[in-house]
């Protein structure tokens, strides 16, 4: 019992600290227009997904969006970027969890970036300003493929060099 207590202690505590690397990566460490971000905040989601499951990796994403838009806001705060932020976290846990082969890499992102990013938050973009939902799919397109190269390379590295931090689940 005292075991596993200290594991679930030892859990939450990289859990919140993949929470508070997130906020600083997405708040102080991206490039962040209207409608458009570019930066490295999917590092922590990934690492927690990967190290905890799809549920870990959803709570870390939408909880860094959360705790991000309440304490650094951007803009007013929409729960919808919330939404999209756990659905990432999630997807990448399930794909990711177990085996991180480059299939399953590239499988994850397609999902995040077609799904998440190009659609669900386009769609929370339209919503909030207003701007049309079809004229905002050219430059988030374009964001979502070089995201996407990007999240490939440094995915691909992540998971060479995670199981040498020999954390225990």
Request: hydrophobic share 55%; charged share 10%.
């Amino acid at each position: 019992m005292y075991e596993s207590s200290i594991r679930s202690t030892h859990r939450l505590a990289i859990l919140a600290m993949m929470v508070a690397a997130n906020v600083v990566l997405s708040r102080f460490l991206s490039i962040s227009l209207w409608n458009l971000k570019i930066g490295f905040a999917f590092i922590p989601v990934v690492t927690a997904a990967i190290l905890f499951g799809p549920i870990a990796g959803g709570i870390v994403g939408a909880a860094g969006d959360y705790i991000g838009a309440t304490l650094f806001p951007i803009a007013q705060y929409f729960p919808g970027f919330t939404i999209t932020a756990f659905f990432v976290g999630a997807v990448y846990g399930i794909f990711l969890h177990k085996k991180q082969d480059m299939q399953r890499i590239i499988l994850a992102i397609l999902v995040t970036e077609c799904i998440g990013s190009l659609l669900m938050n386009t769609f929370w973009i339209s919503t909030l300003f207003g701007a049309p939902f079809l004229s905002l799919l050219p430059p988030r397109a374009m964001q979502a493929v070089g995201m996407g190269i990007m999240e490939i390379i440094v995915i691909r590295v992540m998971v060479r060099y995670l199981p040498a931090l020999n954390i225990k689940r």
